[in-house]
């Protein structure tokens, strides 16, 4: 089977791609406006993507709506919940800062995506201040300095219907996390690892 042909240039990605709408160059913003500032409001749910030596990362990170705070203009807090404790996004910032946003709003079609520099703050006070219930506080917060901001048109949610409750799928459509790590870790009970999920999704949540 011979290799499919691959792109390597960016001229070479122009020649099969039509130039941007001039609105599409243009709606890119250095700063949070307040339509920005709304929509991250709303926003229950984001992934970010991190980047180091080692490679690329991508996680999600979700909670109440209005869980990423906005600092200023130029200013991002997006607390650390309780999660795996790998730290891949955490470890890929200590190395090289950029990340890349995108959140999401149930319900609209369109995204909000922020690239920036982030950095790792531990400072009580801010940590404090983004506790749940006043009590349970973050182990550490970063601090996001947005570099582009804008909004990415809706056809990708649209193409796949993403909100449509018609289109949820069944929780017996795929096996429960503990089976699947049973099968793909060796000596992995798992019932005992399902028992251990069913605990982290509800008492250990925070």
């Given at each position: 089977?011979s290799e499919?042909?691959?792109i390597d240039r960016?001229d070479g990605l122009?020649r099969?791609y ?6 599409t ?12 500032r709304?929509?991250i409001?709303?926003?229950?749910f984001?992934t970010?993507a991190?980047?180091?030596e080692?490679g ?5 990170r ?6 990423v ?9 997006l ?8 730290l891949d996004?955490?470890q ?5 800062p950029?990340?890349g ?12 995506r922020?690239?920036?520099r982030a950095?790792?703050?531990?400072d009580?006070a ?10 349970i506080?973050?182990s ?11 909004f990415?048109?809706g056809r ?6 993403l909100?449509?409750p018609?289109k949820?799928v069944?929780?017996?459509?795929f096996?429960?996390?503990g089976t699947v ?5 060796k000596?992995v009970?798992?019932d005992l690892a399902n028992?251990?999920?069913?605990v982290?999704?509800t008492t250990n949540?925070?």
């Open positions: 089977m499919p042909q691959a960016s122009r099969i039509d130039p941007p709408a001039e609105m160059t243009r709606k890119i913003l250095d700063r949070l406006d307040d339509h920005c709304r929509f409001a709303l926003s229950p984001l970010i991190s980047t180091s080692g690329t990362d991508c996680s999600p979700g909670d109440e709506p209005g869980f705070r906005v600092v200023d203009e130029r200013t991002l807090l607390p650390d919940r309780r999660g795996n404790n790998i996004t955490l890929n910032v200590l190395t090289r950029d990340v946003l995108l959140f999401l709003v149930p319900g609209l079609n369109e995204t909000l922020v690239n920036g950095r790792i703050v531990t009580p801010v940590l404090q201040s983004m506790a749940i219930k006043g009590r506080v973050p550490s917060a970063m601090e996001i300095t947005v570099e582009q901001v804008y990415h048109c990708a949610v649209l193409r796949s219907d909100w449509n018609e949820k069944g929780r017996d459509a096996p429960p996390l790590l049973a099968d793909q870790i000596g009970d798992p028992q251990r999920l069913a982290a999704y949540l925070y």
